[in-house]
């Protein structure tokens, strides 16, 4: 028996924010999806403090879509906090989604262990097709990891 | 026999004569071994004065050092002796006055030989009293000293002859006690202004309120010597930076009798060292900016890859949306201009990648190492589409390594390819030719196509940034292509070059390093 799928978009542009959304939901909407819009909510959402502490309705995700530029905390920081939390929690696997690809970004982030990384395409056509590919490989082929801790 | 002040004859006489037997046994007491001993003395100008200074008696050392046979002389006055300036003076009459009155007269001065010739003399008169303390001549002996005399003088002006250095020396209170023409000429003042005054005038008052004067003298005295440099003052006031060297004398006891000192004006070389260490102030601060304007540019195109392009996928994207959700519904010149703005966006994508391009060529530390030219230009011609590819043609000798680096050496082929198959003449099929061949110590690499040239008045142009030659809709792009090829070749050390002649096509050259 196979649950619903949960995917965490980190992003803090609106218009991009939409324009993924929108392609992911043209994937077939078959998971949940929940966004926010900063870094330091990233980290809250994960440790489960207010206002998400209940994982009934914030649930722990299966994949994370984590731009870098950020507000407040950059998505290296939610990457390296994460990792260095306890097991389980720092199994989430994390894909960078983002403006630059410079070498320099691409290597920091797989140097703090990221899953992957993908550049932000410049044309809609191009980021479905990219979006579809993601999701079938880490939300249908993918196995995931325990994520939950065994104090919850 | 004569009694005289013999002691003061004692001191004078060579040591061998003064050693052994001659105050012992009492037969040696007797006027004919002294007459005997007299005779022998060569070195000596040994005779005997009347109260009045005429001459009585005569050795063998007064006649090889004066020129004079006893015959001559005897019965002459010892004036004689003197050069007219003591004369004038009445010397010879002063040293008998001396002589007579406190027993003994020491000099030293010129004095003539016979043949008029000068000689340095060190005398010596000594009164002889009879019995009843009477005055009844002189004794006279004198030394010929010339040699000594002329070394001295030619030391002494040896010394006086420096100018480039300030050579003097200080008694052992610090007063100038002689002055050279260097010392003139670097602190401004005249010997006799200066002898006798302290040479701490010579301190910047900084350097006298902290005591360094004496301080100098102190470490001199107790080290024997002291060496520094430092800025002096001159005599106008003005200042000079100088190197120093302080040297104790002492006498033969161990007494300190003064110091020497010499001084060098080294301000030039000051100067010069200031001047070399602000340059190198300069250039480490000009580093330091530079290094920060490159971090600062790095900032800005970090920020221009995420920022500037947020906004243009948001543009792209939903153009995107109205086309997809409502472009059936839509008049067809509203879609046509709908398709306007994503090639807008698109363009505007492209020129963003080139300007990042460009400007990241001139901040990134390269990394020279050994490229093989045939796979860079294979590299390059697999980046152009298929249809074109076939109209490029390679020759390439075996073995062609290059210094360069990869990625940059295979974006700048790769521009250059792209330019000569874009500027096709209107209907013509491109026609590329590569090749790459040795040249002395550089590899040469021609990209050469059949197409509308560049007129010689532009072809300097083509490489600077955004220079274009035509409207994007002619032949599109961002202007930027052969601006990273200029530079991406600068870079890695090697040359660009262009020959071409409107409409007969054009041909770049790259020269780098052979590696």
Known sequence: MSTQRNLLL?????????????????????????????????IDYLSGVAPFDDRETHPLPDVILLDIKLPRRTGFEVLEWLRSQPAGLSRIPVVMLTSSGQAVDVNRAYDLHANGYLTKPDTAHALQEMLLDFKKYWLQWNEQPETRLEAD | MLIADFEQFEVLLPSSIRRGSFNAGTALHSEHVFRILIDSVRDYAIFLLTPEGDICSWNPGAERIKGYKPHEIIGKNFRLFYPPEDLATD?????????????????????????????????????????????????????????????????????????????????????????????????????????????????????????????????????????AEGWRVRKDGGRFWSSVVVTSIRDEAGTLVGFSKITRDVTDRKNLLDQLQQHSRELELRIKEREQTNADLEAFSYSVSHDLRAPLRAIEGFTDIILQDFGVELPSEVKESLQQIIAATSRMNELVQDLLNYSRLSRIELKLESVNVKSAIRDACNELDRDVRSRVSVSVEPNLMVRAQSAILRQVLSNLLNNAVKFTKPGMPPSVEVAAYRQRDYIQIDISDQGIGIALQHQERVFQVFERLHNAEEYPGTGIGLAIVKRGITRMRGIVSLRSELGKGSTFEIRLPSA
Request: overall charge negative; charged content about 35%; proline content about 2%.
């Open chain 2, 91 to 227: 010397k010879p009459g002063h040293e008998l006055k001396v002589a007579a009155e406190l027993g003994s007269f020491e000099d030293e001065g010129w004095r003539l030989r016979k043949d008029g010739s000068r000689f340095w003399a060190n005398v010596l008169i000594a009164r002889i009293l009879d019995e009843s303390g009477n005055l009844i001549g002189f004794g006279k002996i004198t030394r010929d000293l010339t040699e000594r005399k002329e070394a001295e003088l030619q030391y002494r002006r040896l010394i006086e002859g420096v100018t480039d250095y300030a050579i003097y020396s200080l008694d052992p209170h610090g007063r100038v006690t002689s002055w050279n023409s260097g010392a003139k000429r670097l602190k401004g003042y005249e010997a006799e202004e200066i002898i006798g005054q302290n040479f701490s005038k010579f301190y910047t008052p900084e350097d006298v309120a902290a005591n360094l004067p004496d301080r100098i003298l102190e470490t001199a005295a107790r080290e024997g010597h002291y060496e």
């Open chain 1, 10 to 42: 980190v992003e803090d542009e609106g218009s991009d924010a939409l324009l993924i959304k929108r392609a992911l939901e043209k994937t077939g909407a078959d998971f949940n999806l929940s966004r926010l819009k900063h870094g330091e909510e990233a």
